[in-house]
T-cell receptor, first 117, second 111 residues
Framework: GAVVSQHPSWVICKSGTSVKIECRSL??????MFWYRQFPKQSLMLMAT?????????EQGVEKDKFLINHASLTLSTLTVTSAHPEDSSFYIC?????????????FGSGTQLSVL | GESVGLHLPTLSVQEGDNSIINCAYS??????FIWYKQESGKGPQFIID?????DKRQGQRVTVLLNKTVKHLSLQIAATQPGDSAVYFC??????????FGAGTTVTVRA
């Protein structure tokens, strides 16, 4: 199946620093990608829709200035957590729709565990 | 084992038994539903999907049932194996790609 690569798998940073997470579609192009956040023992919550060549669409309650999304190419979307604080510690997951798929339509990255000290 | 009611956070099942995981969805406009399996520290893994014009779909060892009248979705796993231990999420969508996930059920398989 199609592969979505997410990097890094885990990151530890100090409070106040910024962290960038990459999401790549390895064998297909994705004009849209989705970013989710998942706290321990909770479900995935959609944060934003990343759109290639235009601004991301954020879900209600998600601070766009804190979670910067850039989708500069058809295979790469990045999520930057700016001025990270301990409450931003979470598991961040991206997904990308596979063009023309008839069955499994969305492919997920393996996730990034962010720990802010 | 079978979960009682619409949703339970955990389900313990004996190896070899069938499992039934339930999910209630909220959006009447949703027309596409997916079940995912998530293992610790990993992204969701697609299991099976179903469109709203169907009420049942079968895969390998799995069956998804959809009851639109009561907005209920279930996943049946036949002959549950230790490798089936994971958290299972249902997800709904009205446009195939933008998903809304349910709370999840942790399935533990007893040897």
């Amino acid at each position: 199946g199609a592969v979505v690569s997410q990097h890094p798998s885990w990151v530890i940073c100090k409070s106040g620093t910024s962290v960038k997470i990459e999401c790549r579609s390895l064998d297909f192009q994705a004009t849209t990608m989705f970013w989710y956040r998942q706290f321990p023992k909770q479900s995935l919550m959609l944060m934003a829709t990343s759109n290639e060549g235009s601004k991301a669409t954020y879900e209600q309650g998600v601070e766009k200035d804190k979670f910067l999304i850039n989708h500069a190419s058809l295979t790469l979307s990045t999520l930057t957590v700016t001025s990270a604080h301990p409450e931003d510690s979470s598991f961040y997951i991206c997904s990308a729709p596979y063009p023309g798929a008839t069955n499994e339509k969305l492919f997920f990255g393996s996730g990034t565990q962010l720990s802010v000290l | 084992g079978e979960s009682v009611g619409l949703h339970l956070p955990t389900l313990s099942v004996q190896e070899g038994d069938n499992s039934i995981i339930n999910c209630a969805y909220s959006n009447s406009a949703s027309d596409y539903f997916i079940w995912y399996k998530q293992e610790s520290g990993k992204g969701p893994q697609f299991i099976i999907d179903i469109r709203s014009n169907m009420d049942k779909r079968q895969g390998q060892r799995v069956t998804v049932l959809l009851n639109k009248t009561v907005k209920h979705l279930s996943l049946q796993i036949a002959a549950t194996q230790p490798g089936d231990s994971a958290v299972y999420f249902c997800a709904e969508s009205s446009n195939d790609y933008k998903l809304s996930f349910g709370a999840g059920t942790t399935v533990t398989v007893r040897a």
